[in-house]
Structures are given as structure tokens and as C-alpha cells.
């Protein structure tokens, strides 16, 4: 009998905000995950990479700044150091968890990339801000670049670029492999790297792709039966942060595309999570996804926590 497939997607609350919190939030998320893994599950791991991507985007170029010789580092290249270096930590944290266990399984991190479409209207309206908070001169200096600027009162400056949709996992059949072998992957980090064809080159762009959708194309490409994606709540929450506010256990595709249609999602944070979702139980049969925190994937799983969005 074929295991059962789960793709755990994990927010930046299950990795912390620097190194060393990073190190102990890894330790306590690799336990969840082993725990899944103990229990049967070919577990697929993919994760937030906010805010490593900005810490990176910014030494990188405060470092050119400060040294003759040395240009800004591409968002690209941000975005693969930022896989590497948190997948570097989730794989070692994962493997000694295991290992303490008993179980002796390989756990790979796979460098991924996305392929985006180059007309895609998140190009045209870039929105995604990220680095840190610029001066009006710092600001004016990227502009002159050709990078897009947002104005946030009170606050300063910040670079924004754009958020489009993946278009197909690049290193897929690697990914399958893995699976396949019955081994642990994490892959997909902060989105994966968006790139673009050009002839026989992958060429990266000055983007950053939604990791929760990013979640939901693996998930689907490798047809998992659950799709776990791990915020800082414990269910999904209509009217969020107002008196009458009611968690929700249970959803369906149809009442979930009706409160899309009354705003009831925040556009940066839980919609893009409940769309990712949707489309995942809508190609494939007898597939759920799950929205909840890390303190309660387990219990969720079983139906006793968390928010459950199925087909019905």
C-alpha cells in the first residue's frame, strides 16, 4: 500500500527571526515534522523565508555600498542563499531528530527554481516589499536604478517588486525522485527563485514568489494528499480581529470562495493561503488542506484542530 503524501508548509514563525532563533525554532519544528514521518508520512517540507531574504538582500548590498568593486547582489541570488542557508538548518535539525529515533532516512534540500511568466501582471504593479526601510535619498538612489519605491508613513522607504504566480516547478522530477525513494526533500524555500526562460538559459527575476502558492504547485505536482500550511493561528478566522471574530473548523471550496468574495481574507497574509488551498483540492480527488500552527499540526491532522478546507 502506497504511503500517503503530506507537504508541510512552514511560515516564518516555525524558523524565528535570526540565527539563534532560528536554531532552536528548528529543533522544535523538526520534532513536529519527525513526528509525521514516524507515523507513516512521505513529508515534503517547504518554508517562508521572510525575513532572511531581506537580512541577505541587505548586507549584500550595504557590503557594495562599502566596497569599490562590488554591485548589488540580484534578488535571485538572495533567494538561493536564503534556500540554502535555511534548508541547511531544517535538514540537519530533521536528520538528528530522526536519527534519535531510530529512523535512518537521507534529507535533502533541493535548490529550486520557478518558472514565472514574463507578462504575468504582477510585473506591471509590483507590491511586494522587501529589505529594509531607505531614506528618501537611499530611495531616490534605487529609482535611479530602476527599481520600484513605496513611500510607508512614518517609516521611510522600502524597495517593492513583483509577486507573480509560479508557473511550474523547474527541478520537479528531482523532487519526485526523492519522494519517490521514500526520502525527505524540503524544497520550494521563501517560493523557489523565479525565472524566466531565455533560449537555453534560466534567467532569475527581481521577484518574489508567494511561498504559500509556491506550496500549493509542489503539493500538486507531486500529489500529496494534504497540504499543511503553519501560520502563527490556530485556525482560519472570519471577521479577524474584530468582537464578533469566529475561527473555523470546517470549509468548503464553495463557502470559501464566498467569503473571498466578502473580503474576508487580509490579501497579505491568510488569502493567499486559502487560495493556495483551493487550488490544490480542486485537481485531484479526496485531497484536504489544512491551515493551522505549528502546536497543533498533529492534532489537526486528525480533525481535532486547525482549519480543514476540503472539496465538499
Known amino acids: 500500500m502506497a504511503k500517503k503524501r503530506i507537504v508541510i508548509a512552514l ?13 532552536t525554532a528548528v529543533a522544535r519544528t523538526a520534532k513536529v515534522i ?31 555600498k562599502q566596497h569599490d ?3 548589488s547582489a540580484p534578488m535571485s541570488v538572495c533567494s538561493a542563499m536564503s534556500q540554502g542557508y535555511i534548508g541547511y538548518d531544517l535538514q540537519n535539525g530533521i536528520r538528528a531528530e530522526l536519527m534519535t529515533r531510530g529512523i535512518y532516512k537521507s ?20 507590491m511586494k ?10 530611495a531616490k538612489e534605487e529609482e535611479n ?17 513583483a509577486s507573480p504566480k509560479p508557473v511550474s516547478i523547474v527541478e520537479i522530477d528531482i523532487i519526485k525522485a526523492v519522494m519517490d525513494a521514500d526520502q525527505i526533500v524540503i524544497a520550494c524555500g521563501g517560493g523557489g527563485i523565479p525565472v524566466m526562460e531565455q533560449g537555453c538559459y534560466l534567467k532569475g527575476a527581481s521577484a518574489v514568489i508567494e511561498k ?64 493556495a488551498s483551493l487550488d490544490f ?3 485531484g480527488r479526496n485531497r484536504k488542506a489544512i491551515i493551522t500552527s505549528l502546536e497543533k499540526a498533529e492534532e489537526s491532522l486528525e480533525g481535532k484542530a486547525g482549519t480543514i478546507i476540503t472539496e465538499a
Do not use: C
Not at 514521518?37 to 557594495?64: D, L, R, Y
Not at 534540500?109 to 509590483?126: K, R
Not at 516589499?129 to 537611499?138: N, Q, Y
Open 34 to 64: 519527525a513526528d509525521f514521518i514516524q507515523s507513516g508520512w512521505q513529508v515534503a517540507v517547504t518554508h517562508s523565508n521572510a525575513p532572511q531574504v531581506g537580512m541577505i538582500h541587505t548586507a549584500m548590498n550595504e557590503f557594495g
Open 11 to 23: 511560515g516564518h514563525h516555525a524558523l524565528g527571526t535570526n540565527l539563534p532563533e532560528q536554531k
Open 281 to 283: 483540492i480542486e485537481h
Open 129 to 138: 516589499p522587501i529589505g529594509r526601510f531607505m531614506t528618501a535619498e537611499e
Open 212 to 275: 504559500d502558492r509556491a506550496a500549493g504547485l509542489l503539493a500538486k505536482e507531486i500529489d500529496a494528499d494534504v497540504l499543511m500550511i503553519l501560520t502563527n493561528v490556530d485556525n482560519v478566522t472570519l471577521n479577524f480581529g474584530k468582537p464578533d471574530a469566529k475561527p473555523i473548523s470546517l470549509l468548503s471550496k464553495t463557502e470559501a470562495a464566498s467569503y473571498i468574495e466578502d473580503n474576508q481574507f487580509e490579501s497579505s497574509s491568510m488569502l493567499p493561503k486559502i487560495e
Open 145 to 161: 536604478k530602476g527599481n520600484y519605491v513605496e513611500e510607508v508613513p512614518g517609516k521611510g522607504f522600502r524597495r517593492v517588486v
Open 69 to 71: 568593486g562590488y554591485t
Open 107 to 126: 534529507v535533502a534540500t533541493i535548490l529550486t527554481q520557478m518558472m514565472v511568466n514574463p507578462y504575468d501582471e504582477a510585473f506591471y504593479t509590483p
